[in-house]
């Protein structure tokens, strides 16, 4: 069974993989790139997915942590792809996402310490 850690690093590189390709980019620019629709489907696919797997008592001491709308994003993009509204949808990556990299940054920092 993976590691808590394991998907909470998932969800930070997913996160940072589409931060770098979102960034600069406006509205226009985003919805006329399907690859860049791809990448940012993708990967928040992912996030949901690594949200979902992280062990309940992780969750429940991470609580201030939107969990369930991280996982829940997964469960709207996946089936509903064809009818997502990229203004939502960019405004999520640009605004809510920095947010929850940051606070999955700080689960990792406080839950799994690096050894010097």
């Not at 770098?20 to 791809?38: K, P």
């Amino acid at each position: 069974m993976r590691r808590d850690e394991l998907f909470l690093q998932d969800m930070l590189e997913a996160a940072a993989r589409i931060a770098s390709r979102i960034a600069g980019r406006g509205l226009a620019s985003v919805t006329a790139d399907e690859d860049l629709q791809d990448v940012i489907l993708r990967r928040r696919t992912i996030i949901g997915e690594a949200a979902c797997q992280l062990s309940e008592d992780l969750r429940s001491r991470h609580s201030e942590i939107p969990w369930k709308q991280a996982i829940g994003l997964r469960h709207r993009v996946t089936p509903g792809y064809f009818g997502l509204d990229w203004t939502i949808m960019r405004k999520t990556v640009t605004e809510d996402l920095p947010f929850l990299r940051r606070q999955i940054a700080e689960v990792l920092r406080v839950e799994f310490p690096r050894r010097p």
